[in-house]
């Protein structure tokens, strides 16, 4: 188990853990100075032998006393892709982590998409006889209507391989920004990486920890949040959304779990002058 917040567990359902690209690559806008600064404020998301950034690929689940969800399902396997690491892998350590939480698929009640790219999509289909099905049978499968609606307008592959079945399959509930699940969980409006990107919000008792999605890549964005990322859709807003998450984790003193951050991807955030700093618990 990665942490309690109250009466909820969670638990990192780790896939992968490696260098993807440069800093320069994955911050162009922002220059040179990008590789100094993560160098000083996240040293141990650099990868020595290639200089890129490592980003973990990873979701958590949460175990409430209502029910277990899944936040972000990963790459998959035998998914197409045009990241190496990425395109028709057939491993399994996705699984392994479940287990070693002690769930099955079918144990899945929800799987929350906070946004609809490959990496956070790919495990919600599993390829059997052929075709793309549902890997959690059980799960009603809730994703940010904003992104269906722009994903779905011009369909790539990976909304054909990871999205679709479930829509087909029945499975799929729209959501808005203000939705909450159950008594425990509750979106948090955080658009820009994509239209409709969402962060979560765990709660129990006086305890509170919050799931960034992409709405940050790196600790090293709370010392510069205005970094856009080289995959935002609208980086203006990105950085709007990313400041107020931000200064709410902040005045809130909610536990930050970064999605894409250095593991342990967990910590703290304090408001610091103009912009912000990380601790990790």
């Known amino acids: 188990m990665l942490c309690r917040i109250g009466d909820v567990e969670i638990w990192r359902i780790l896939e992968l853990n490696g260098p993807y690209l440069s800093p320069e690559e994955l911050f162009p806008a922002d220059g040179v100075e990008v590789r100094e600064a993560i160098k000083t404020h996240a040293p141990h998301q650099l990868c020595s032998a290639s200089g890129k950034l490592i980003l973990p690929i990873q979701g958590f689940l949460l175990k409430t006393p209502s029910h277990i969800i899944l936040v972000d399902s990963c790459v998959g396997n035998d998914k197409t892709s045009t990241h190496a690491d990425w395109n028709m892998r057939s491993d399994s350590r996705f699984m392994a982590a479940l287990t070693a939480a002690g769930v099955t698929p079918r144990d899945i009640d929800y799987v929350m998409c906070t946004h609809l790219h490959t990496d956070h999509i790919g495990w919600n289909t599993k ?140 910590g703290r955030v304090t408001a610091k002058g103009d912009s912000f700093r990380w601790d990790d618990d």
């Open 127 to 266: 390829l059997e006889d052929g075709r793309w099905v549902p890997t959690f049978p059980n799960a009603k499968y809730l994703i940010p209507a904003a992104d269906e609606e722009h994903f779905s307008k011009d369909a790539g592959i990976a909304y054909k391989q990871s999205v679709l079945p479930v829509i087909e399959a029945g499975q799929v509930e729209l959501v808005t920004s203000d939705h909450t699940l159950g008594d425990y969980v509750r979106l948090i409006s955080t658009p820009g990486h994509t239209p409709g990107h969402v962060s979560v919000l765990v709660k129990s008792g006086t305890a509170e920890a919050m799931i960034t999605g992409d709405a940050l890549h790196t600790t090293a964005q709370c010392w510069y949040p205005d970094w856009r990322f080289k995959y935002d859709t609208d980086g203006d807003l990105a950085a709007v959304s990313r400041r107020r998450l931000l200064e709410d984790a902040s005045e809130a003193n909610w536990k930050v779990l970064g999605t894409h951050f250095a593991l342990p991807s967990i």
